[in-house]
C-alpha cells in the first residue's frame, strides 16, 4: 500500500504498555504535521481499523496472526530502527509501504 | 524489512504459544499495577515492622491483598474475554474463589474470571437472536447475574480448594529452590525468556502472584526481582556501549537511560538478539544478582513495574541490611554483565578489526552466516546499511533523552 493512504499506525508490544507507548511517543511526533493516528495496543488486541502495525521481529508471528490481512512492519531496535525510518518517509513523501 | 540484523528466532510458533498464554496471564495483572503499588505502599508504611506503623490504617492491608487485588485480576481478565459484561461475571465469579481462600488467589482469579465471561459470552451467542423486543435488557441482566452466581459458588467449591492446593505446590516449590540455595540458577531460564519477550508473562504472570504471596507472610519477597532487577539489562547495554559494534555505539546511551531509568528493558533485548552470546553476560549478571539477594535475605515488597531504579527505590523496604542487599546486588550484577559482555566483546578488539560487525573469534558457523547475510544485505541496500541506522539512531537518541 501507499504511505499516503495511512490514516491509523498502531505499534503494538506485550503488553501494549511499555515499550509500545515508548515507540509511539517517538512516531507521534515524527509524524505530527501528517493525519496519522498513532495508537499503541497490546499485540493479541490490534483494532480491526488499522491501516498499518509496527512491532518488534520478536513478536510479528503473533502480531500477523491478529491483523489479520493489516500490513505488519517489523523492527529490530527501538531507537532509529531503519524499516521504522522507512515507514515514516513513505507516510510523509508517499511511497510503497511493503510488509 | 529489518531483517538485516537477525533472522527471525526459530521455532517461534511454539515460542508464540507460550508467549500468548504467558501475555493473558500478565494482561490481566499488568493494568492492575497501580493497585498491586498501592498495596505495596500501604504495607511499607504500615504494618508493624514499616515506616509508620499504624494498627488502624495497616488493617487495609489484608483485605487489599485478598479482596481487592485478585477480584480486579479476575475483573480484567473477564474484560479481556467478553467486555464489560465479562468483566462484571469474572469478577463475581472471583469471590467465590476468595472467599475461604487462605493464601491470595491470583492464580485462581486468572482462569475463574476469564472462565466466567467465556461462558456468558457462549450464552450470549445462544440467545443473541431470539430474545424478544423489549426484553433484552432483562435477559441480559439475569443471565449475567445466574452464570455469576452459579460460577461464584463452582468456583468456590470446586476450583478454590484445586487453585488452593496449586498455589500451595508453587509456593513450596520455590520454598524448596531457596532452601536449596537454587533460587540463583532461576537465572539461567530467566533471562533467556526475557529477551524472547516472556519478561512480561515471567513476572507478572508467574513470579509476581507468588512474590505478592510471600510478601504478605514475611513483608518483603526476593522473587519481585528475580525479573525485573535492571542491572544485567545494564551490564550488557554498557558493555555495548565500550566495546559494541561501532555502528551500534551511538543509539546505546539513550537505550541504558530508557532501561535504566524508564524501566523499559525491551530496548536491551535486541541488542542480545543481534549477538546471541551476549546471553551469557545477562545470565552471569542475573545469577549473580540474585546470589547476593538470597545471601543477604533482601526483598521488594511489591512488584517494580516497570523494572526502573525508581521503582526499586520505592518497593525497598525499611531495614538498612535490605537495603545494602539490594543495591549490592543490583550494582554487582550489572558489573558482572559488563565484565563477561566486555569479555564476549573482545573488549573492542573485535569492533575495531571488523566495523560491519563481524566477528572472527566467535568463528563457529553461527558467527559466518550472520556476517555473509550482513554482507549480502549490505551490498544490496549499500547507501542504508552504512549511513541509515547510525545517523537516526543518534537523532532519536538525542530526542528521546531530551525529555
Not at chain 2, 354 to 368: L, N, R, T, V, Y
Amino acid at each position: 500500500m501507499n504511505g499516503k493512504d495511512i490514516r491509523k499506525l498502531v505499534i503494538a508490544c506485550d503488553a501494549g504498555m511499555g515499550s509500545s507507548v515508548m515507540l509511539a511517543g517517538q512516531l507521534r511526533k515524527a509524524l505530527r504535521k501528517q493525519d496519522v493516528a498513532v495508537e499503541h495496543t497490546p499485540v493479541d488486541a490490534i483494532p480491526a481499523d488499522a491501516d498499518v502495525v509496527v512491532c518488534h521481529t520478536g513478536l510479528a508471528a503473533r502480531a500477523r496472526r491478529g491483523a489479520g490481512g493489516t500490513p505488519v512492519i517489523p523492527f529490530e531496535v527501538y531507537l532509529g530502527d531503519p524499516a521504522v525510518d522507512r515507514l515514516v518517509k513513505a507516510i510523509k513523501d508517499g511511497g510503497e509501504v511493503d510488509a | 524489512m529489518a531483517t538485516t540484523y537477525t533472522p527471525e528466532p526459530a521455532g517461534s510458533g511454539i515460542r508464540a504459544n507460550i508467549q500468548r498464554l504467558g501475555g493473558r496471564m500478565a494482561a490481566m495483572v499488568m493494568p492492575n499495577i497501580g493497585a498491586f503499588i498501592a498495596w505495596g505502599l500501604i504495607t511499607a508504611l504500615f504494618i508493624p515492622t514499616g515506616w509508620l506503623p499504624n494498627k488502624e490504617l495497616g488493617e487495609l492491608v489484608d483485605p487489599m491483598i485478598k479482596f481487592l487485588l485478585p477480584l480486579l485480576i479476575g475483573y480484567t481478565g473477564g474484560r479481556m474475554v467478553h467486555g464489560q459484561r465479562g468483566a462484571v461475571v469474572g469478577a463475581v465469579a472471583t469471590v467465590g474463589i476468595v472467599v475461604g481462600a487462605e493464601v491470595p488467589m491470583f492464580l485462581g482469579a486468572m482462569i475463574t474470571g476469564p472462565l466466567a465471561a467465556y461462558l456468558l459470552r457462549l450464552f450470549d451467542g445462544l440467545v443473541q437472536d431470539r430474545v424478544r423486543t423489549g426484553f433484552e435488557m432483562l435477559v441480559d441482566n439475569f443471565s449475567a447475574g445466574i452464570v455469576g452466581a452459579a460460577m461464584a459458588v463452582a468456583g468456590n467449591r470446586v476450583i478454590g480448594p484445586v487453585m488452593n492446593t496449586f498455589t500451595e505446590w508453587a509456593g513450596d516449590g520455590v520454598g524448596w529452590l531457596v532452601d536449596h540455595d537454587l533460587l540463583p540458577l532461576t537465572s539461567l531460564l530467566i533471562e533467556p525468556a526475557k529477551v524472547l519477550f516472556l519478561n512480561n508473562a515471567v513476572n507478572h504472570g508467574v513470579l509476581g502472584p507468588l512474590g505478592v504471596q510471600e510478601a504478605a507472610q514475611h513483608g518483603k519477597s526476593v522473587l519481585f526481582m528475580l525479573e525485573s532487577n535492571p542491572g544485567p539489562g545494564l551490564g550488557v547495554l554498557l558493555a555495548y556501549w565500550f566495546f559494541g559494534p561501532r555502528r551500534l555505539r551511538p543509539s546505546v546511551p539513550a537505550a541504558a537511560v530508557i532501561h535504566f531509568f524508564g524501566g523499559i528493558h525491551e530496548i536491551y533485548f535486541p541488542y542480545i538478539l543481534m549477538k546471541p552470546r551476549m546471553m551469557l553476560a545477562a545470565m552471569a549478571g542475573g545469577v549473580t544478582g540474585v546470589a547476593i539477594f538470597v545471601a543477604t535475605g533482601a526483598g521488594l515488597v511489591a512488584t517494580p513495574s516497570p523494572g526502573s531504579i525508581f521503582a526499586y527505590l520505592a518497593q525497598t523496604p525499611r531495614g538498612a541490611g535490605n537495603w545494602v542487599g539490594v543495591y549490592t546486588g543490583l550494582v554487582a550484577s550489572a558489573a558482572v554483565s559488563f565484565g563477561v559482555g566486555a569479555a564476549l566483546l573482545g573488549f573492542g578488539k573485535l569492533a575495531e578489526s571488523d566495523p560491519e560487525d563481524g566477528d572472527p573469534a566467535a568463528g563457529e558457523g553461527e558467527g559466518a552466516a550472520e556476517e555473509s547475510a550482513a554482507d549480502k544485505s549490505a551490498t544490496k541496500e549499500s547507501t542504508d546499511e552504512q549511513t541509515g541506522p547510525q545517523e537516526p539512531a543518534d537523532g532519536a537518541a538525542r530526542e528521546t533523552t531530551a525529555h
